[in-house]
């Protein structure tokens, strides 16, 4: 049971390049996640999904995408990659109902110079 | 705005000893939720403990505990018999039950280094 997956681990980008990263879970779960954590800021939300087909924007949502198209993947894109998207950034999942806690990936650390 | 204050940006402990790290948190609402989440080198977050707030009984998981004080919004997180392991950044967190927000407010974190 792999849980939680992100690929890729790192990756350096040139300002203005695109790419994409991609979170998948094998434990059935409807909600999942995208937050960033920043040194000194703790973990921001980024965008989230409730379900296969829907997303819907968190906290930081600016300058990235997300898409949904399949229940255990959750796909964050950024367009035109800025420096200031310089962050570690999580992927997490949770069943629905009664809150109990996320289930996170190990973190993608993404740099753009 | 929900927030969460983690005032000790770093503590330490000696091994075997027994530490407390401090969580404080800001909310209108009367039931939620607060976790405490640990961050080893590796990067993985990892759910240490889970406290709801209508639940007046502390949550205890093998060597972690928590003292939740709902009145005065505080939720300190207390490890024993610290071992090396247990060095990692600790992250406080809460959530709302109720209104939607699929949001989990974290707060900066305390960085806990333990001694050999």
């Known amino acids: 049971n792999a849980g939680v997956t992100q690929t890729p681990k790192f990756r350096v980008l040139k300002t203005g390049q695109s790419m994409t990263l991609l979170c998948a879970q094998d434990?059935?779960?409807?909600?999942m996640y995208w937050y960033r954590q920043d040194p000194g800021m703790g973990l921001r939300l980024i965008h989230y999904?409730?379900?296969?087909?829907?997303?819907a924007k968190g906290e930081v949502p600016d300058g990235y995408n997300v898409s949904r198209l399949k229940k255990q993947n959750f796909l964050l894109g950024l367009e035109s990659a800025a420096p200031s998207q310089t962050s570690v950034y999580f992927c997490a999942s949770r069943r629905p109902g009664r809150f109990r806690g996320y289930t996170f990936g190990s973190g993608t650390r993404l740099t753009v110079v | 705005a929900q927030t969460v204050t983690q005032s000790q940006p770093e503590m330490s402990v000696q091994e075997a000893e027994t530490v407390t790290l401090s969580c404080t948190y800001d909310t209108s609402e009367s039931d939620y939720y607060l976790f405490w989440y640990k961050q080893p080198p590796s990067r993985q977050m990892i759910l240490v403990i889970r406290?709801?707030?209508?639940?007046?009984q502390n949550a205890t998981e093998n060597r972690f505990s928590v003292n939740f004080q709902k009145a005065a919004k505080s939720f300190s997180l207390k490890i024993s018999d610290s071992q090396l392991g247990d060095a990692a950044m600790y992250f406080c967190?809460?959530?709302?039950?109720?209104?939607?927000?699929?949001?989990?407010?974290f707060g900066k974190g305390t960085k806990l280094t333990v001694n050999p």
């Open positions: 999904s409730v379900g296969e087909g829907t997303t």
């Open positions: 967190a809460y959530r709302p039950t109720q209104g939607g927000s699929e949001k989990l407010v």
């Open positions: 406290q709801e707030a209508y639940k007046q």
């Open positions: 434990m059935n779960h409807e909600y």
